[in-house]
């Protein structure tokens, strides 16, 4: 049996015993964190489902394509109407202000104009966007932290007299409940059994090898991690990467190059963006997470070949992430196999928040909809989100690997990942495995634990009326604002309350599409996230963004009705 079968093999031998949950997927009857470990599959699935000893794929209800972003069809053309009209006023106003400044105050704009001869770095129209709208919202961003970003974070307290050009620190620390950072399974800790780990191979090897891998980088203890993340993910190797962006944005375009294609989706993360423009191959975009536009693209591609020639391509590589941070979405991996098997194209995956936080052994989105691993060409994923680390990783075919370390510029000209952070990964993912034997139970029950945590968080945002996005289980829990003015006021009025947040616009996300994007934690209690929700609740109601309420209140009034009738 060879190395790739036996880390397959490996990867589905793990069953877990079941337990009787209740609608918020709380153990019946127990402490789950004193039980054996649970299949947190069954959590990802909708109430009322049966569990299932084995992975088993989505139901094809969940796997049916569907348009971009469908929720929008639910709200009302008004609302629509208002954004786009809110933004059309700021646009305006803010040309107005550039025009009477440039009249009456020419001497805050001289980085604007020519200067000796040189044309300025940034012109005015293209700064405008920063300047004028940016910059009156820039205390919602970058706000500065001391200390570990766990389930609470320190915040430091700043403030502006100058319309957010400059800040001043005031000296206070406001200690404020975190759903702002990615810290799907509670790893990102000062103190237990990962930091204990990291402070012993500080001891032992030093913080750094001071060197690529291709020189004098590559340790034991960078060997051993990254044979254990090849045997996480179920591929035969892997190559870590010390910068996450770095591992697209350098190892693609040793992937791919002229005479080849891919095809992206249209949300895909900048980094892909990055890697794939900087390949030089033909880029073609699809809808996203819609199949049949993908399916259309790569027919016309095939039987179109190359532009000019219509020679063949080399390559063709289709990239998907497994979940889309911005919108909580899975991707549909079982349909793009399916096209992958009928087109004979490579696959490329960003695991990079799925990996960790989604599937029964927290393996990704192919643990996620119980496909082999191997049927994916290119696994990528980074340590930042689900194990308190840093950096990330490319697994695949043994030649595939073998390759990129003397190809990929990440493995020749990058420096090594250091001791600290390959000691953290290692230690958290062989606690995810099971394989630390003094704490042989955890890793799963952090699992557990961000499942029951997004399921329940989830609901309640929808049972309270809010137009949330995403797929059930999904960590990442988008919340649509809409209007410009909502945003800023969304995030001040959740620091007032000791709540950190992330709120995101234009162009980040399509303009009308602006949302606050809540992480959610294995280190969250219920109580953390009930203050949340009844907080969250309260700025509802003062900013009117609880466009679903009607339609809620009508359900439950007609959920009562019937159960009066079943009495009667």
């Known amino acids: 049996m060879g ?34 470990p ?16 084995k992975t088993t794929p989505a139901p094809a209800e969940e796997s049916k394509p569907q348009k ?7 709200v009302p053309s008004l609302i629509l109407v208002t954004t786009y009209l809110s933004f059309l006023m700021l646009i305006v106003f803010a040309h107005l202000r550039d025009f009477f ?49 766990g389930g609470h974070v320190n915040l430091l307290d700043r403030v502006s007299t100058d319309f957010n050009k400059t800040f001043e620190f005031t000296g206070r620390v406001r200690n404020v409940l975190n759903l702002a950072s990615y810290n799907y399974l509670g790893f990102a800790q000062s103190e237990g059994p990962c930091a204990d780990k990291v402070e012993a191979a500080l001891l032992e090897h030093g913080l750094t090898m001071g060197s690529t891998r291709a020189e004098a980088g590559r340790s034991l203890l960078l060997t051993e991690t990254e044979d254990m993340v090849a045997r996480f993910v179920g591929s035969e190797a892997a190559l870590i990467v010390s910068m996450g962006y770095a591992t697209n944005a350098l190892n693609i375009p040793a992937m791919v190059g002229r005479g080849c294609l891919i095809i992206s989706d249209e949300l895909n993360h900048s980094s892909l963006v990055s890697g794939a423009r900087l390949s030089g191959a033909t880029i073609r975009v699809f809808k996203h997470n819609y199949t049949p536009d993908l399916e259309k693209v790569l027919r016309r591609s095939i039987s179109q070949g190359q532009p000019r ?63 082999d691993p191997r049927e994916v060409d290119v696994l990528m994923g980074t340590f930042t989100k689900s194990f308190g680390a840093a950096g990330g990783y490319i697994a695949g075919s043994k030649a595939l690997i073998d390759y990129l370390r003397l190809h990929s510029h990440s493995a020749v000209y990058a420096e090594a990942m250091s001791v600290p952070v390959l000691a953290q990964v290692s230690s958290s993912m062989r606690m995810i495995m099971g394989e630390d034997r003094e704490h042989a139970l955890e890793g799963q029950q952090r699992l557990d634990q961000l499942a029951i945590n997004t399921r329940y968080f989830a609901r309640r945002l929808a049972d309270m009326g809010f137009m949330t996005m995403g797929h059930p289980g999904s960590p990442v829990i988008p919340l649509l604002l809409f209007s410009p003015a909502k945003i800023p ?6 620091l007032k309350r000791n709540i950190a947040v992330v709120v995101v616009s234009y162009p980040a996300t399509p303009i009308i599409t602006g949302r606050v994007r809540f992480c959610i934690s294995a280190s969250h209690t219920r109580e953390d996230l009930d203050y949340a929700l009844e907080q969250i609740s309260e700025i509802g109601d003062l900013l009117l963004l609880k466009f679903h309420k009607n339609q809620v209140a009508a359900a439950a009034a007609a959920a009562a009705s019937d159960d009066s009738k079943k009495i009667q």
């Open 68 to 74: 971009v972003l469908s929720e929008l069809e639910a």
């Open 101 to 149: 400044g440039k009249l009456f105050y020419p001497a805050n704009y001289v980085q604007l104009r020519v200067q000796n001869g040189l044309a300025p770095m940034v012109s005015d129209f293209e700064s405008l966007w920063t300047r004028r709208l940016y910059g009156r919202i820039r205390d919602c961003f970058n706000r500065p932290i001391t200390g570990v970003a």
């Open 489 to 494: 006021a969304f995030s001040r009025e959740c």
């Open 309 to 371: 020639t219509h020679r063949p391509w080399k390559k063709i590589l289709v990239v998907v992430e497994g979940l889309y941070s911005m919108e909580g979405e899975f991707c549909r991996l079982p349909e793009i196999l399916e096209l992958r098997r009928r087109y004979g194209f490579y696959l490329f995956v960003d695991e990079a928040h799925s990996i960790g936080a989604l599937g029964p052994r927290g393996r990704g989105i192919c643990d996620h909809f119980g496909v």
């Open 3 to 36: 190395k790739g079968q036996r880390a397959t093999q490996a990867f589905k031998s793990t069953e877990f015993i079941e337990q009787a949950r209740d609608e918020d997927g709380l153990v019946i009857g127990g402490n789950p964190f004193k039980l054996a």
């Open 38 to 53: 649970t299949n947190s599959g069954s959590l990802l699935q909708d109430e009322g489902q049966a569990t299932s000893k």
